[in-house]
């Protein structure tokens, strides 16, 4: 894993600090806020750079624009709920580049908070421009990038602008991502236990081959369980099945058998004959599902032998919810995972937005080591890659050793 420097390590007294962080927050149908906890995982890094007498300046994207400028994912609310959860004022810049930001900036004073307007508003933020990454570098005498949910992203904010400011580094949440993936796969107490689920195979092929490396025992569950199930032998129905997966699927059972890794699948299913929240359902062992029938959750007997498996476990990783959750009918498989992990006496880590749904609507948040707020940047941790925005404040880094 790259070495990376954070904030705390830089002087920050009377310097312009602009923090990248993730505001993409969910808005309700009148455009309020509905979740603010992107929001509230950044404020251990702003108030530390006001502690220490910075200026600081804020910047992150909200939705997909796609450069067009639409006021209803304008930053305004974030401001107004930043201001409250600060307790002082955030001033609202109409822009995040360009001469009126540039004076705004200039008439900053020790203390004071300004958030720059949606980077997404410009195409050139998602095309990793080197001229709108030096605009953004000219607000600011250091950089810290702490949207740890943006970090597999090219993106101007957290690459381009790495190459024009002199000190860069990450925040206290990034640096709390990082370390707990450290903690998951770099050096984890073993038995480590990951929990794979979700719809579809083809999003998690690496994941699982990478995993396969790493860990003692391997839960698949989900849709994408049944991709496995039928490269075993079994007929799952109309169940979700990627055919053209079946040999990869083959291909990791092997390699799981070979390194000696214990792998579970599920041994029974809640079944319906359609796909819709009023269907017919019944639980069936996985040889039993009927022709014309689907699986949709993982059955009673799958989560006792999915629970019995993490009973040891001294570090267990999830991703991906264990059935459509979504529909109450089909719901209990994933609560149950929930349970079983929020009461486990292991370090608990969990990435993947549905599977950070689950665990809130279970109430169990607090139970659990740590919920990853990047579901794309922690998949890609998952597959064993690095990430660009690490990557960019690491060489930034030896880019400044070489300097000095």
Same mark, same amino acid.
């Given at each position: 894993?790259?070495?990376?420097?954070?904030?705390?390590?830089?002087?920050?007294k009377?310097?312009?600090?602009?923090?990248?962080?993730?505001?993409?927050?969910?808005?309700?149908?009148?455009?309020?806020?509905?979740?603010?906890?992107?929001?509230?995982?950044?404020?251990?890094?702003?108030?530390?750079?006001?502690?220490?007498?910075?200026?600081?300046?804020?910047?992150?994207?909200?939705?997909?624009?796609?450069?067009?400028?639409?006021?209803e994912?304008?930053?305004?609310?974030?401001?107004?709920?930043?201001?409250?959860?600060?307790?002082k004022? &955030?001033?609202?810049?109409?822009?995040?580049?360009?001469?009126e930001?540039?004076?705004?900036?200039?008439?900053?004073?020790?203390?004071?908070?300004v958030?720059?307007?949606?980077?997404?508003?410009?195409?050139?933020?998602?095309?990793?421009?080197? =001229?709108?990454?030096?605009?953004?570098?000219?607000?600011?005498?250091?950089?810290?990038?702490?949207?740890?949910? +943006?970090?597999?992203?090219?993106?101007?904010?957290?690459?381009?602008?790495?190459?024009?400011v002199?000190?860069?580094?990450?925040?206290?949440?990034m640096?709390?991502?990082?370390?707990?993936?450290?903690?998951?796969?770099?050096?984890?107490?073993?038995?480590?236990?990951?929990?794979?689920?979700?719809a579809k195979?083809?999003?998690?092929i690496?994941?699982?081959?990478?995993?396969?490396?790493?860990?003692?025992?391997?839960?698949?569950?989900?849709?994408?369980?049944?991709?496995?199930?039928?490269?075993?032998?079994?007929?799952?129905?109309?169940?979700?099945?990627?055919?053209?997966?079946?040999?990869?699927?083959?291909?990791?059972?092997e390699?799981?058998? +070979?390194?000696?890794?214990?792998?579970?699948?599920?041994?029974?299913?809640?079944?319906?004959?359609?796909?819709?929240?009023?269907?017919?359902?019944? &639980?069936?062992?996985?040889?039993? @599902?009927?022709?014309?029938?689907?699986?949709?959750? @993982?059955?009673?007997?799958?989560?006792?032998?999915?629970?019995?498996?993490?009973?040891?476990?001294?570090?267990? &990783?999830?991703?991906?919810?264990?059935?459509?959750?979504?529909?109450?009918?089909?719901?209990?498989?994933t609560?149950?995972?929930?349970?079983?992990?929020?009461?486990?006496?292991? &370090?608990?880590?969990?990435g993947?937005?549905?599977?950070?749904?689950?665990?809130?609507?279970?109430?169990?948040?607090?139970?659990?080591?740590?919920?990853? =707020?990047?579901?794309?940047?922690?998949?890609?941790?998952?597959?064993?890659?690095?990430?660009?925005?690490?990557?960019?404040?690491?060489?930034?880094?030896?880019?400044?050793?070489?300097?000095?």
């Open positions: 894993m790259e070495d990376i420097p954070y904030i705390n390590e830089l002087d920050l009377g310097k312009r600090v602009l923090i990248r962080a993730d505001f993409n927050v969910p808005l309700d149908e009148k455009g309020n806020i509905s979740d603010d906890t992107r929001i509230r995982g950044v404020l251990p890094t702003i108030n530390y750079a006001l502690d220490e007498g910075a200026k600081v300046i804020l910047a992150s994207h909200l939705g997909r624009p796609k450069g067009k400028f639409i006021p994912m304008g930053l305004a609310t974030v401001a107004k709920r930043l201001g409250r959860l600060l307790g004022e &955030v001033k609202m810049a109409p822009d995040c580049v360009g001469d930001v540039k004076t705004i900036i200039n008439y900053m004073g020790q203390g004071e908070v958030l720059l307007e949606n980077l997404r508003f410009h195409q050139e933020e998602e095309k990793n421009d080197e =001229t709108f990454g030096k605009q953004l570098a000219e607000l600011c005498d250091v950089f810290i990038n702490d949207a740890f949910a +943006t970090a597999h992203r090219s993106h101007a904010s957290n690459i381009a602008i790495t190459h024009h002199p000190e860069c580094a990450g925040g206290f949440l640096n709390k991502e990082m370390s707990y993936f450290e903690k998951a796969l770099g050096n984890p107490m073993r038995p480590l236990v990951a929990i794979i689920g979700g195979v083809s999003g998690k690496e994941v699982l081959e990478n995993l396969i490396d790493k860990v003692d025992k391997l839960l698949i569950g989900g849709g994408m369980a049944f991709t496995f199930l039928k490269a075993r032998g079994y007929d799952v129905g109309k169940s979700l099945v990627e055919n053209d997966l079946l040999d990869m699927a083959g291909k990791i059972i390699k799981a058998k +070979t390194k000696g890794v214990k792998l579970y699948m599920p041994v029974d299913c809640v079944a319906a004959d359609r796909f819709d929240a009023a269907a017919e359902t019944k &639980v069936v062992a996985i040889q039993e @599902i009927p022709p014309d029938w689907m699986g949709l959750d @993982i059955g009673p007997a799958t989560t006792m032998l999915f629970s019995a498996a993490l009973e040891d476990a001294k570090t267990i &990783v999830w991703n991906g919810p264990m059935g459509v959750f979504e529909m109450d009918a089909f719901s209990r498989g609560y149950a995972m929930v349970t079983t992990v929020a009461n486990s006496y292991a &370090v608990t880590i969990v993947g937005g549905d599977t950070d749904v689950a665990i809130h609507r279970a109430g169990d948040s607090a139970k659990i080591s740590y919920i990853s =707020t990047g579901g794309g940047a922690f998949l890609e941790l998952l597959e064993g890659k690095d990430l660009p925005a690490i990557s960019a404040l690491h060489k930034n880094k030896v880019k400044q050793r070489e300097v000095t």
